[in-house]
């Protein structure tokens, strides 16, 4: 069983569309996060919740919103996609008390053209 | 959260043991030292972490000097699927609520292990 999933895999699409990538964590875990990995595979944290609460969102544009439906769920809906989009999207989780152990998912490969 | 220094690149010798460097001058008392690697083409994957004891669990060792200024990750016996780029991260342990919930990754150590 795979802890923490990510869908799509692979998102090619245009400029301007909106686009939504889901994830799940069957561990049982109530903080989830996402991340972002440019070209550079520089890998930063956008946002994360707890129990469905926003807790970080680090100057991510308001074109991206997070949903939370419940504890294993995160989602990110991105608005008006634009070429600087195009990234590795990662989505992890965390059991309460040990946020510095995260377990993450595949990644999303998004590629904006 | 204190700032780490690690090697751009190392190379190890696949069998032989890998040792991974950090320094962390700045680490402060209730700051511990996490461990992560990311495969190419996968998520980070988290190792090891520790305070200020030595720390050994099934994929590594964390030698930590007394000073707390600097870190080892050993693993023992490196294999070609050990090659990935190894992230040193120094955060306050626990949850103290806010930005406390996010890892801070730098660039990391590309270690390649070769046969």
């Known amino acids: 069983d795979t802890a923490v999933s990510q869908t799509p895999k692979y998102l090619v699409t245009q400029m301007g569309n909106d686009k939504s990538i889901k994830c799940e964590q069957n561990?049982?875990?109530?903080?989830m996060y996402w991340y972002k990995q440019d070209s550079k595979k520089f890998l930063k944290i956008m946002f994360s919740?707890?129990?469905?609460?926003?807790?970080i969102n680090e100057t991510v544009p308001n074109r991206f919103s997070p949903k939370s439906p419940d504890k294993a769920h995160l989602n990110l809906h991105i608005n008006s996609l634009e070429l600087g989009d195009s990234a590795v999207y990662f989505c992890?989780?965390?059991?309460?008390?040990?946020?510095?152990?995260?377990?993450f998912g595949p990644g999303t490969r998004l590629l904006v053209l | 959260d204190a700032k780490t220094t690690q090697p751009t690149s190392m190379d190890c010798a696949e069998g032989r043991a890998a040792n991974l460097p950090c320094n962390h001058s700045?680490?402060?008392?209730?700051?511990?030292v996490y461990w992560y690697r990311q495969i190419h083409s996968q998520g980070p994957q988290y190792i090891i972490h520790?305070?200020?004891n030595n720390e050994t669990n099934e994929m590594a060792s964390l030698i930590i000097t007394e000073d707390r200024k600097s870190s080892t990750l050993i693993l023992p016996h490196a294999t070609l699927r050990d090659t990935a780029v190894y992230y040193c991260?120094?955060?306050?342990?626990?949850?103290?609520?806010?930005?406390?919930?996010?890892?801070?990754f730098g660039k990391g150590t590309l270690l390649t292990v070769n046969p």
């Open positions: 992890a989780s965390s059991q309460w008390g040990r946020e510095g152990t995260q377990y």
């Open positions: 561990l049982g875990h109530d903080t």
């Open positions: 919740y707890n129990n469905k609460e926003l807790i």
């Open positions: 700045t680490i402060s008392g209730n700051e511990y």
């Open positions: 520790g305070l200020k």
């Open positions: 991260i120094v955060r306050v342990g626990g949850n103290s609520g806010g930005s406390n919930y996010k890892l801070t």
